[in-house]
Nanobody
Framework: VQLVESGGGQVQAGDSLRLSCKASGVTIDAYNRGWFRQAPGKEREFVASITWDSGTIHYADSVKGRFTISRDNGENTVDLQMTNLEPEDTAVYYC???????????????WGQGTQVTVSS
């Protein structure tokens, strides 16, 4: 399985940004997808996840109401729409996928290389 993220960049506080992750390999539309992030000097943390059928979605409390995860199985993509960005959202964002449901304590089997998001005040 290969995961390739795109859409990162540098924005101002209050701006929006949309990340996308394209997957290839195996039957990816049957896999659950998620986004994690790692800020400088901090551990990697869960951001959001979505089940294979988009039936169940989880968000970290810190992004709830600001971020939206969605997926397009036909395109093998999962997106993370981020609005009202804050400097605390600055991190490398990683796309991940696993056959099991992804929750905050999950360590997914497959990971992308990450994309940098920098939010300045």
């Amino acid at each position: 399985v290969q995961l390739v993220e795109s859409g990162g960049g540098q924005v101002q506080a209050g701006d929006s940004l949309r990340l996308s992750c394209k997957a290839s390999g195996v039957t990816i539309d049957a896999y659950n997808r998620g986004w994690f992030r790692q800020a400088p000097g901090k551990e990697r943390e869960f951001v959001a996840s979505i089940t294979w059928d988009s039936g169940t979605i989880h968000y970290a409390d810190s992004v709830k109401g600001r971020f939206t995860i969605s997926r397009d199985n036909g395109e093998n993509t999962v997106d993370l729409q981020m609005t009202n960005l804050e400097p605390e959202d600055t991190a490398v964002y990683y796309c991940a996928t696993d056959s099991s449901v992804i929750i905050p304590s999950t360590i997914p089997r497959y990971w992308g290389q990450g994309t940098q998001v920098t939010v300045s005040s």
